[in-house]
Every structure is written in structure tokens, then in C-alpha cells.
């Protein structure tokens, strides 16, 4: 994702520091990695969001914060990752989670018919929470890995092409200079 992009899309220090309600929190909440893009923040970024994505905890966004702040990631974009997992992906995202840790634990995957309910709750999922979490654990990591390390191969390839494109044009600008000191030193000579 190029840089700018991402300017665009976090909001700076110094407009974070004129909403007042966030004087609560104090200073630390203005830490220049929180709200820095670099290729560390930015990727560290996509790790934290993406594997608190998948698990399954209320509050993915407080958890993914507090995840941003300990490793100084960028804060926005670890918390708006943690939206891959909404109330439309969810129930798709969980259940492959499931049948990974199924899979993995080596137990029959059992249908199941989703109720958000508090005897779904205790019934259904004390009977499957094992491969269901196992499940959430390795998405977790696995996108959360890939995540890092797509966004790390981005960056180092975004900076190649900018240094071989700055090599070119200062290559260009040194050929340009040299055919116009040819030309001038033709232009002298009487010859």
C-alpha cells in the first residue's frame, strides 16, 4: 500500500492533539510510531490488526489498540484492520476456524446452526471451543504473518523502484549535461 495512501487515510499528531477528549489518556497516546508510517509501523500494523481479527474476544478494537501501543505499531491501522471480521465475515471466518482446529485436533466437525443466545452459548460452543479457538489461534498468525510480510516485500519494493528510478533520472540528467556540454564546446570551436 503506498505511503501516501496511507497519509491520507491516518490522521496526523497535530490533529489528534486538538480533540479534546483524548487529553484524557495523556501523552503517551501522541507517540510518534502510533501515527508514523514507516515500513515497521506499517507492517507491525497489519500483524496486530489482522491476528486480532480472528480472535474471537468483544472488544477486538480496545485488544487491538492496546496491542498497537505495547509494540508501537501504527494505532489506525491496527485498529481499522480488526474490521476484516464484521458481522458479515464473521460467521464464515469463525467457521473455517473452526474446521482448521477440527482438522488439526483431529475431531468429526460438527454442524452447527449459529443462535446468539446464552443456551447457545453454554451448550454448543463448551463443545467445540477447543478447535474453534485452536482454529482462531493459527488464522490468527497465519494472516497476521502474511500480512507483515506482504506489506514488508511492498515496501522493499516501492523503495527499490524509487532508487532505480532516481538512478535513471540522475543518469538521464548526467547524459542531458554532457550532450549540452558537447554542444556548447562544437559551438566554440571554429573549426
Same mark, same amino acid.
Request: proline fraction near 6%; include cysteine.
Given at each position: 500500500?503506498?505511503?501516501? $495512501?496511507?497519509?491520507?487515510? $491516518?490522521?496526523?499528531?497535530?490533529? *489528534? ?14 507517540? $510518534? ?5 514507516? @515500513? ?26 492496546? #496491542?498497537?501501543?505495547? #509494540? ?8 481499522? /484492520?480488526?474490521?476484516? $471480521?464484521?458481522?458479515?465475515? *464473521?460467521?464464515?471466518?469463525?467457521? /473455517? ?12 466437525? &460438527?454442524?452447527? &446452526?449459529?443462535? #446468539?443466545?446464552?443456551?447457545? #452459548? ?7 471451543? &477447543? ?25 522493499? *519494493?516501492?523503495?527499490?523502484? *524509487?532508487?532505480?528510478? @532516481?538512478?535513471?533520472?540522475? &543518469? ?20
Amino acid at each position: 500500500m503506498p505511503k501516501k $495512501t496511507l497519509k491520507l487515510i $491516518t490522521p496526523s499528531v497535530e490533529r *489528534m492533539r486538538k480533540i479534546s477528549s483524548l487529553r484524557v489518556l495523556g501523552d503517551w497516546i501522541y507517540a $510518534t510510531n502510533l501515527w508514523h508510517i514507516n @515500513r515497521y509501523s506499517s507492517a507491525m500494523a497489519f500483524f496486530v490488526g489482522l491476528f486480532v481479527a480472528f480472535m474471537p474476544i468483544p472488544g477486538q478494537m480496545i485488544a487491538a489498540a492496546a #496491542l498497537a501501543v505495547m #509494540l508501537r505499531c501504527n494505532l489506525p491501522l491496527a485498529v481499522g /484492520l480488526v474490521w476484516v $471480521t464484521n458481522p458479515v465475515t *464473521m460467521p464464515a471466518i469463525f467457521f /473455517l476456524a473452526y474446521k482448521l482446529g477440527a482438522m488439526i485436533i483431529d475431531v468429526p466437525v &460438527q454442524p452447527m &446452526q449459529f443462535e #446468539l443466545s446464552f443456551h447457545w #452459548l453454554s451448550y454448543r460452543l463448551s463443545a467445540i471451543w &477447543q478447535p474453534f479457538l485452536l482454529g482462531c489461534l493459527l488464522c490468527g498468525l497465519f494472516f497476521g504473518s502474511l500480512g507483515y510480510f506482504v506489506i514488508n516485500v511492498m515496501w522493499r *519494493m516501492r523503495v527499490a523502484r *524509487m532508487w532505480r528510478e @532516481r538512478k535513471r533520472r540522475r &543518469q538521464l540528467a548526467a547524459k542531458m549535461k554532457a550532450q549540452a556540454a558537447a554542444a556548447a564546446e562544437s559551438s566554440r570551436d571554429p573549426g
